[in-house]
Nanobody, 121 residues
Framework: QVQLVDSGGGLVQAGGSLRLSCAASGRTSSITAMGWFRQAPGKEREFITASTWNGDSIYYAVSVRGRFTISADSAKNTMYLQMNSLKPEDTGVYYC??????????????WGQGTRVTVSS
């Protein structure tokens, strides 16, 4: 099993920045890819970004491309999401996720508990 703990959410003004963290523990050697999803109020959870541990394969949703950056510190089993130029529509609960393969990151096996991000206009 793999446990994920995500953190770093908060309240920020539009145009501001936040960095989310996701610490993995347990059988981390079984994980190939990690990423982030978010769920806005009244909407379904959506994919934001995913990356392999070594960064050789990275994907971003169109809505965040150029503003968000995913990175990983494999020595710490931690993945980060740097969010810049935040917009009110980025508001939601952000969930860290992990999967055994990048191909299954659309249906990750493991989830964090979620961290709330609120962007005020």
């Amino acid at each position: 099993q793999v446990q994920l703990v995500d953190s770093g959410g908060g309240l920020v003004q539009a145009g501001g920045s936040l960095r989310l963290s996701c610490a993995a523990s347990g059988r981390t050697s079984s994980i190939t890819a990690m990423g982030w999803f978010r769920q806005a109020p009244g909407k379904e959870r959506e994919f934001i970004t995913a990356s392999t541990w070594n960064g050789d394969s990275i994907y971003y949703a169109v809505s965040v491309r150029g503003r968000f950056t995913i990175s990983a510190d494999s020595a710490k089993n931690t993945m980060y999401l740097q969010m810049n130029s935040l917009k009110p529509e980025d508001t939601g609960v952000y969930y860290c996720a992990a999967s055994h393969t990048m191909a299954t990151m659309n249906r990750p096996e493991y989830w964090g508990q979620g961290t709330r991000v609120t962007v005020s206009s």
